[in-house]
């Protein structure tokens, strides 16, 4: 399966929101509510922030939040924080047990 | 808590082979899936499948088949990934991570280094 697309670099002022697409087909993000995000601070593991496309696990501020439409998912952070600075990799179950990820969007707080 | 911690960084010639260890804490392995993801410098999460510790039963992305082997040992919590027939491309860091419920990835490890350079 191919990955998901996401754009390269998103990037947005504190105190701002900035949403951010990943974009699959029909057989992956448009047949499944299965869509997670995932931050990546530099030289950490990924951290999970969104799942089942609108879910925040406990502890994941309300700031970030995730919707779907078709085969097109979102994750948007708002007021944003210089702490929000990271890379987000989107994914989503692609069916017959098989797991796809976004190439992931670089986010810039100005 | 749960805790997923792997083994420490390795350097390998091309050719070579490598096995990389992911010990589970605060919960049994038995209970969920292990799936391996990797990212290579600079680049993004590419998922090479993964393991039921429970049964045995592994899937495996294409490229992977036949080279990369996913196992668990629930007797010590521990799941493995091996990498045979290295080549200088398979430089990474590799995470194991949990399957939570279903598709989405609630606990990492801390990444494991490979690098292959002869």
């Known amino acids: 399966q191919s990955a998901l697309t996401q754009p390269p670099s998103a990037s947005g002022s504190p105190g701002q929101s900035v949403t951010i697409s990943c974009t699959g087909t029909s057989s992956d993000v448009g047949a499944y509510n299965y869509v997670s995000w995932y931050q990546q601070h530099p030289g950490k593991a990924p951290k999970l922030i969104i799942y089942e496309v609108t879910k925040r696990p406990l502890g994941v501020p309300d700031r970030f939040s995730g919707s779907k439409s078709g085969n097109t998912a979102s994750l948007t952070v708002s007021g944003l924080r210089a702490e929000d600075e990271a890379d987000y990799f989107c994914?989503?179950?692609?069916?017959?047990?098989?797991?796809?990820f976004g190439r992931g969007t670089k986010l810039t707080v100005l | 808590q749960v805790q997923l911690v792997q083994s420490g960084a390795e350097v390998k010639e091309p050719g070579a082979s490598v096995k990389v260890s992911c010990k589970a804490s605060g919960y049994r392995l038995s209970g969920y899936y292990i799936h391996w993801v990797r990212q290579a410098p600079g680049q993004g999460l590419e998922w090479m499948g993964w393991i039921n510790p429970s049964g045995g039963g592994a899937k495996y992305v294409q490229k992977f088949q036949g080279w990369v082997t996913m196992t668990g040992d629930t007797s010590v919590n521990t799941a493995y990934l091996e990498l045979s027939r290295l080549k200088s491309d398979d430089t990474a860091i590799y995470y194991c991570?949990?399957?939570?419920?279903?598709?989405?990835?609630?606990?990492w490890g801390q990444g494991t280094l490979i690098t292959v350079s002869s």
């Open positions: 991570t949990r399957e939570s419920t279903l598709a989405y990835f609630d606990y």
């Open positions: 994914s989503s179950y692609a069916g017959n047990n098989n797991m796809v």
